[in-house]
């Protein structure tokens, strides 16, 4: 039987209560440490450790039901083997396994940098084409034109005008556009 002040405890912590989750998972900490020392999961150091013990104290907490007087203890240690056992089952999976070792993005940054290419950047050279297409396409449009562009290029665009005037400019924007596209192809 647990106590009422930890059975309070575990209840915070369910109810996402970040000081009872802490004071909670320091009462834990060294189940964590055992299962640290025993468990080797590759590629996990021990903040990773940490953070997956903390995962399963939320979940074993929020799970908990004192009537089956198993102490949160015990059910926490089980949930926790079982959890590296998962992991050292994934890590190990044949299939799972990396063609090459993995390695941080920040030990070859160098290599990284200039290996992959950010497709969805645009170029210089395409900024200052389509800059400059933009430019052209405000020089050859209409006022009426003109304030359609900037009203649908601004923040509110043109959903406060009346709806009759509302369609003169959504007209007005598709002739700019149909001239924009021109200027670009």
């Not at 940098?113 to 405000?138: C, F, G, H, T």
């Amino acid at each position: 039987m647990l106590p009422n002040n930890r059975l309070e405890l575990i209840r915070q912590t369910a109810r996402k209560n970040e000081e009872a989750f802490r004071r909670l998972f320091d009462q834990y900490y060294p189940i964590v440490r055992k299962y640290r020392r025993k468990y080797y999961v590759n590629g996990y150091d021990k903040d990773d450790l940490d953070q997956e013990a903390r995962m399963v104290l939320l979940r074993s907490a929020c799970r908990f039901e004192a009537a089956r007087k198993v102490s949160f203890g015990t059910f926490f240690s089980h949930n926790l083997r079982n959890r590296l056992f998962d992991l050292i089952r994934t890590n190990n999976a044949q299939k799972r396994l990396p063609v090459e070792p993995l390695t941080s993005f920040e030990a070859n940054e160098y290599f990284y940098a200039a290996q992959i290419a950010d497709d969805s950047a645009s170029s210089p050279i395409d900024a200052v084409i389509v800059d400059e297409a933009l430019r052209n396409l405000y020089s050859s449009c209409s006022p009426l034109e003109r304030r359609a562009f900037n009203l649908m290029m601004s923040e509110n665009g043109y959903a406060n005008l009346a709806p009759k005037e509302q369609r003169g400019i959504i007209n007005a924007f598709e002739r700019c556009r149909r001239k924009f596209d021109g200027e670009i192809n």
